[in-house]
C-alpha cells in the first residue's frame, strides 16, 4: 500500500471522509479518543459527525450519559462510549497503576489515602450527586485528605482507574464561551448500562483496527498502552476478524460508506487520533512539518491542516471567554498544498462548532 492509499485508506476509517450519523456513533467507532484538551476531544468528535454538528450536540451525548471521559490507556485521559469503559479498563487500568507507584510515595498517597478518599467521594456523590473538581478537591480537604501538590489529581485518577469516579455531565458553559469542566460522579451510578465483549482482548484490536486502520499490532500496542507481546497476541486472537493487508497491515472487514461531499482540507484539533494513533506517524507528513505538529519537548501536539490526509499546516484560537468566536488563525507550512479559501472553509467549519 503506497503512502497516498495509506492516507486515503485511514481517513475512511477515521471517518474523516465517511461521517458516523451522529456523536455517539463516531464515539462508538473510534471507541477511545485522546482529550486531555477538553475541546479537541469534542471537535475530534464534531468533525466526524455528518452534517454541522455544534459543541452543544456533544456536550448533550455527555449529558445524556452516551459518553465519558477518563484516563482509559498511556496514563492519558480519553472520551469513550460509557457502556465500553468497564470492559477497556479491565485490560488497560492495571498497567497504568503500576507505572505511577514512585510518583504516589512521593506525594504520600498509599492504600490507606486511596481507601479513606474513595470513601469521602462516595459519601459526597451516591444518590444523584456531581461536583467539579475543584468542589471534589475541597470536599477531601474538609475531610483531612490534602488535595494539593498534585496530590489530588493523582487520586482522581487512581480513583478513576479502580472504576470509582468518571467525567460524566459537562458544567454550562459562560457567556456562551466553551466550557473546560465536567462534573465528576459515581461510574455505577452514572452508567447505566455496560457491554463487554466475549473476548475482550481481541475485541479491542479490531475495534482499534475497525476505527484507525490500516494499521499495525505495534501500532496498537502505542495506542493501547500494552506490551507488544499483548498487542500482538491481540491481533492473532481476533484471525478471521479484520482484513490482512500483508506487511502486518490490517484493516477492517467493512468500511464506513465515504461521504461524496466532503472537503479535501480539514482543520483537526491538538493530539489528533489520526495522526497520533500509530507508532510510525511518517505516511501522515514531511519531517520539517513533524518538528512544528509535535509531540514537542512538553508532549503537547498541535492542531494541524490536513489536505488529501496529509498534514499540511497547524492552526491556532484562542477559547477565553469573549475571543472564542473569533477567527481561528492558520499557518500553511506546505506551501500549495490547499487554497485560501479551503484553508478559511475548514476553519469556518471549526468555529461553527465551538459557538454551535
Given amino acids: 500500500m503506497d503512502v497516498v492509499e495509506l492516507r486515503s485508506a485511514r481517513l475512511r476509517a477515521h471517518r474523516l471522509t465517511a461521517p458516523a450519523a451522529d456523536v455517539g456513533a463516531a464515539a462508538a467507532h473510534l471507541l477511545a479518543v485522546q482529550a486531555q484538551e477538553f475541546w479537541g476531544g469534542r471537535w475530534a468528535l464534531g468533525v466526524r459527525t455528518t452534517g ?6 456533544v456536550d448533550a451525548a455527555f449529558d445524556a450519559g452516551r459518553i465519558v471521559r477518563t484516563w482509559t490507556q498511556r496514563g492519558t485521559i480519553h472520551i469513550l462510549p460509557a457502556a465500553d469503559l468497564a470492559w477497556v479498563l479491565s485490560i488497560t487500568a492495571e498497567r497504568q497503576q503500576r507505572a505511577v507507584p514512585g510518583r504516589l510515595r512521593e506525594l504520600g498517597i ?7 478518599a474513595e470513601r469521602v467521594a462516595r459519601a459526597a456523590l451516591t444518590g444523584g450527586g456531581r461536583l467539579t473538581r475543584p468542589e471534589l478537591f475541597a470536599v477531601w480537604e474538609a475531610a483531612g485528605i490534602d488535595p494539593s501538590g498534585q496530590r489530588g489529581v493523582h487520586l482522581l485518577r487512581m480513583l478513576s482507574l479502580r472504576g470509582v469516579l468518571v467525567h460524566g455531565p459537562v458544567v454550562a458553559r459562560v457567556d456562551g ?3 473546560r469542566q465536567q462534573y465528576l460522579v459515581l461510574s455505577d451510578e452514572w452508567i447505566a448500562h ?3 465483549p466475549a473476548d475482550p482482548l ?3 484490536f ?3 483496527i475497525d476505527g484507525h486502520g490500516p494499521a499495525t499490532a505495534d501500532d496498537f500496542a502505542w495506542w493501547s498502552g500494552l506490551p507488544v507481546r499483548t498487542a500482538r497476541r491481540a491481533a492473532e486472537e481476533s484471525a478471521g476478524l479484520l482484513v490482512e493487508l500483508g506487511d502486518g497491515l490490517f484493516r477492517a472487514r467493512r468500511l464506513p460508506r465515504a461521504a461524496p461531499s466532503v472537503p479535501r482540507v480539514l482543520a483537526l484539533p491538538s493530539f489528533e487520533e489520526s495522526y497520533l494513533s500509530y507508532r510510525d506517524r511518517a ?15 512538553n ?4 492542531p494541524i491542516l490536513v489536505a488529501d490526509g496529509e498534514i499540511v499546516g497547524v492552526w491556532t484560537h484562542s477559547l477565553a471567554i469573549g475571543r472564542h468566536d473569533e477567527h481561528p488563525a492558520p499557518d500553511l507550512l506546505v506551501p500549495g498544498t490547499a487554497t485560501d479559501a479551503e484553508v478559511t472553509a475548514a476553519l469556518d467549519r471549526y468555529r461553527r462548532f465551538i459557538t454551535g
Fill in 52 to 57: 454541522d454538528p455544534g459543541l452543544s450536540d
Fill in 110 to 116: 498509599d492504600d490507606d489515602v486511596l481507601t479513606r
Fill in 177 to 179: 464561551a466553551p466550557t
Fill in 194 to 196: 455496560s457491554a463487554a
Fill in 202 to 204: 481481541a475485541d479491542f
Fill in 206 to 208: 479490531v475495534r482499534y
Fill in 283 to 297: 505516511a501522515a507528513l514531511a519531517p520539517h512539518v513533524a518538528r512544528a505538529v509535535g509531540p514537542g519537548v
Fill in 299 to 302: 508532549g503537547m501536539v498541535r
